[in-house]
Nanobody, 122 residues
Framework: QVSLVESGGGLVQAGGSLKLSCVASGSIFRINTMSWYRQAPGNERELVASISSGGSTNYEESVKGRFTISRDKAKNTVDLHMNSLKPEDTSVYYC????????????????WGQGTQVTVSS
């Protein structure tokens, strides 16, 4: 059993900053990609940022230069530093990861956190 738990959401004024954190725990052999997605009411869930096991990063166009994703492989955590926040960043943010749970099997599985609300007021 694997769980992802996010923290750090909240209410912030436009132009402000927040840091989201996610920790993976449970039966983990190796974590591949770790990512942050977001979903606003009425919208589809979209990828915000991802980071590979090797440290390569990828960002959604609208957050480039404002958000930074980082991970601590020893602690199984991924953070999302969000600066210069805009009202359109308001969403529920979800942690997502692809994890190999058993060293004897190459299978990888997808896991989602429960989500954390980020609200940016204008």
């Amino acid at each position: 059993q694997v769980s992802l738990v996010e923290s750090g959401g909240g209410l912030v004024q436009a132009g402000g900053s927040l840091k989201l954190s996610c920790v993976a725990s449970g039966s983990i052999f190796r974590i591949n990609t770790m990512s942050w997605y977001r979903q606003a009411p009425g919208n589809e869930r979209e990828l915000v940022a991802s980071i590979s096991s090797g440290g390569s990063t990828n960002y959604e166009e609208s957050v480039k230069g404002r958000f930074t994703i980082s991970r601590d492989k020893a602690k199984n955590t991924v953070d999302l530093h969000m600066n210069s926040l805009k009202p359109e960043d308001t969403s529920v943010y979800y942690c997502y990861s692809i994890i190999q749970t058993d060293w004897r099997l190459p299978n990888e599985y997808q896991y989602w956190g429960q989500g954390t609300q980020v609200t940016v007021s204008s």
